[in-house]
């Protein structure tokens, strides 16, 4: 096996392992912050394996979940009101409407300009 295709697998289920680990700390809550029980537009940025947002979407059906992430090889079968985007969270946004949620996590070193990135999310 390539050196490159095992450390991505490796990557992958380390992120998969991480996302068990939250949701075992967080009582299997997606999310802590009060977005209400029913937002309409949600984005996970550094999508990673699509694992949350897949649950999200799970979880709120009547929003539309989009996840990005700089590169990616999402499941084939995932809720109908989730899709996957490669885009660069760091370069100006071209979404057209506002998100009710934005969820950023394992980010810590893949911004580098989180003052940017927050005024981003806020615009």
């Known amino acids: 096996m390539d050196i490159t295709v ?16 939250f949701a075992l700390i967080n009582d299997n809550k997606l ?11 949600i984005l996970d940025v550094g999508a990673g394996t699509g694992v949350w947002w897949i649950e999200m979407g799970d ?6 979940i989009i996840g990005i992430d700089l590169s990616g090889d999402m499941p084939a079968f995932v809720p109908p009101n989730v899709k996957f985007e490669i885009d660069d969270a760091e370069e100006p946004w071209t979404f057209s409407q506002l998100f009710d949620y934005i969820h950023t996590r394992y980010m810590t070193g893949g911004i580098k300009d989180w003052p940017a990135y927050i005024e981003q999310c806020f615009k």
């Open 6 to 21: 095992s450390y991505l697998k490796a990557e992958l289920e380390r992120l998969d392992l991480m996302h068990g680990l």
């Open 31 to 41: 999310h802590l912050a009060p977005i209400g029980a029913s937002p309409q537009r």
């Open 59 to 64: 979880l709120y059906p009547s929003a539309e």
